[in-house]
T-cell receptor
Framework: NAGVTQTPKFQVLKTGQSMTLQCAQDMNHNSMYWYRQDPGMGLRLIYYSASEGTTDKGEVPNGYNVSRLNKREFSLRLESAAPSQTSVYFC????????????FGAGSRLTVL | GDSVTQMEGPVTLSEEAFLTINCTYTATGYPSLFWYVQYPGEGLQLLLKATKADDKGSNKGFEATYRKETTSFHLEKGSVQVSDSAVYFCALKGANFGNEKLTFGTGTRLTIIP
């Protein structure tokens, strides 16, 4: 089915370890996003890529890096994981940066011990 | 900056009850307003939207009206079903160029009991 695919779905890390969350979309969308979801905080934007070759910081970028590998793929990297980064991470995409509708992946649950 | 405030949950209702989830917003100009729904184990998906004042968005029996005078976009459904159990997020997209990103509320967990 067409949509947004995230991997892995679950991951447990120790403090200081690094990892990369992968995201791919097959809808030929130009814009991609990474959000984190925390209880009582809703979704907060970490980074976004308005188009291939560009990335910009969102509301909570500290501790994260991103790479827009090509039009389909947008990865999120934690270089040195901290317990505060325990969260559920969602990747999303849209036709353009100004588009009204985002399509979300199923989420990746990350626990940092 | 832009912000969205929605009623805290969790909300528990019996099947066929009337549902209202309140949402108010703060933004400059005329933002677009959305309700997204997250079913268990899934990502968010768009439920309905309204892009200008007095517009009514509707889908799957849910409705919400964009009220500029009260800066509100309350979600309603006349008769809920067990399958409506989910987390509901109110969101807005800024009207100004360069501010098109979505701002989400904190979410309201809805549980419908048979």
């Amino acid at each position: 089915n067409a949509g947004v695919t995230q991997t892995p779905k679950f991951q447990v890390l120790k403090t200081g370890q690094s990892m990369t969350l992968q995201c791919a979309q097959d809808m030929n969308h130009n814009s991609m996003y990474w959000y984190r979801q925390d209880p009582g905080m809703g979704l907060r934007l970490i980074y976004y890529s308005a188009s291939e070759g560009t990335t910009d910081k969102g509301e909570v970028p500290n501790g994260y890096n991103v790479s827009r590998l090509n039009k389909r793929e947008f990865s999120l990297r934690l270089e040195s994981a901290a317990p505060s980064q325990t969260s559920v991470y969602f990747c999303a995409s849209s036709e353009t940066a100004g588009a009204n509708v985002l399509t979300f992946g199923a989420g990746s649950r990350l626990t940092v011990l | 900056g832009d912000s969205v405030t929605q009623m805290e949950g969790p909300v528990t209702l019996s099947e066929e009850a009337f549902l209202t989830i309140n949402c108010t917003y703060t933004a400059t100009g005329y933002p677009s307003l959305f309700w997204y729904v997250q079913y268990p184990g899934e990502g968010l998906q768009l439920l309905l939207k309204a892009t200008k004042a007095d517009d009514k968005g509707s889908n799957k029996g849910f409705e919400a009206t964009y009220r500029k005078e009260t800066t509100s976009f309350h979600l309603e459904k006349g008769s809920v079903q067990v399958s409506d159990s989910a987390v509901y997020f109110c969101a807005l997209k800024g009207a100004n160029f360069g501010n098109e990103k979505l701002t989400f509320g904190t979410g309201t967990r809805l549980t419908i009991i048979p």
